[in-house]
């Protein structure tokens, strides 16, 4: 039977080679040439390219459209959110578990401070401290029991962000992954690079059948720029504390970045655009399913106080006041008559 298999698939290879080689492959090798020796990046991304993750992850790539039988287009969706689903999503749910346990030991600090202050002042008038040498005390003691709270509840605020150290070595190595499957590296003139490049040359759908070329509609590039910003906004909408001043400036900053995105994605293969959508589409997904109580509480998140009772309802407020579509409410009528 694998035999069998085995010559089907040949078959089938060879056909689709001879069919479409002689026009894609050729372009597709000569870009693959340019792009290599361009911008003086060739020992960047050849490193890059040839680096054992990424290789892992090209055959993880084929095995999936290979074992699943789907078209590319969506083997690269199908991929992006197995891959978030095992590697960025339970990352995501330690961080708010973190997150809820640092609010928790911040709730305590208060009568802390307020003990640490008397003992500051009784050991200044026993030892005749300087008020210098108190406010170096005081400041020590009060680091120490943060420290100590933060060991017992497990919970250091570097964790908060233990998602980018899962996230972005994924999404880099996703990405040169697919680019090396578009552009026949690091080696074009292997069989298997041909065929897969052969594949996705009709791998796509709708307005973009080959996923070799870029999305010359722009509707990729456009949807990729607007989901990111809704996850940045849907952060900050949800937030129930005050923004701080760095936060804000953070928030500007990314927002930015998701406007940038949109011309990168212009001239990217779409595979890169499909690949960049699913994935951001899921982090919007997995931020609005995490807003909901039921699913904190299943996923072991402790209730907190910043935490919202009906946050799609909230959410819903926000976006039309901002959108400036909700209605005046009566007591503004009656003080505007």
């Known amino acids: 039977m694998s035999l069998l298999l085995g010559a089907c698939r040949r078959f089938k290879y060879g056909y689709m080679h001879a069919r479409f080689a002689s026009t894609e492959l050729s372009a597709a090798a000569t870009a693959a040439t340019q792009l290599s020796n361009a911008s003086g990046m060739v020992g960047f991304w050849q490193t890059l390219s040839n680096s054992t993750p990424v290789a892992y992850m090209q055959d993880a790539l084929i095995q999936i459209h290979d074992y699943s039988g789907l078209p590319w287009w969506s083997a690269i969706v199908l991929s992006t959110f197995l891959f978030r689903s095992v590697v960025t999503l339970p990352l995501t749910i330690y961080q708010h578990r973190i997150t809820a346990r640092i609010e928790g030991i911040a709730l305590e600090m208060p009568a802390i401070v307020e003990e640490l202050k008397r003992e500051a002042a009784r050991a ?77 040359t009709i791998g796509g759908f709708g307005w973009i059948p080959n996923l070799t070329v870029v999305d010359g509609s722009y509707i990729l ?37 998701s406007v940038l995105m949109v011309p990168i994605a212009c001239t990217v293969p779409s595979a890169l655009c499909v690949y960049w959508v699913a994935s951001s589409s899921f982090g919007l997904a997995q931020n609005l399913l995490l807003l909901a109580p ?11 106080q910043t935490e919202l009772d009906q946050p799609y309802d909230q959410l819903w407020l926000k976006i039309q006041k901002r959108a400036r579509i909700l209605e005046e409410s009566p007591a503004d009528k009656s003080t505007n008559k």
């Open 124 to 200: 200044k008038q026993k030892f005749k401290w300087s008020d210098k040498q108190t406010a170096v005390v005081y400041r020590r003691s009060i680091k120490k029991q943060w420290q100590q709270l933060i060991i017992r509840d497990n919970c250091h605020p570097m964790k908060t962000i233990i998602v980018l150290w899962g996230q972005i070595p994924l999404w880099i190595c996703q990405s040169v992954a697919l680019r090396n499957l578009v552009y026949m590296l690091p080696d074009p003139t292997t069989l298997q690079a041909q065929i897969v490049a052969t594949e996705l």
């Open 221 to 257: 590039p456009v949807a990729l720029g607007l989901i990111n910003l809704a996850i940045i906004e849907v952060q900050t909408m949800t937030r129930t504390r005050p923004q701080t001043r760095l936060q804000s400036i953070a928030n500007n900053v990314f927002r930015g970045l």
């Open 294 to 304: 039921e699913v904190r509480r299943a996923v072991g998140i402790p209730k907190t």
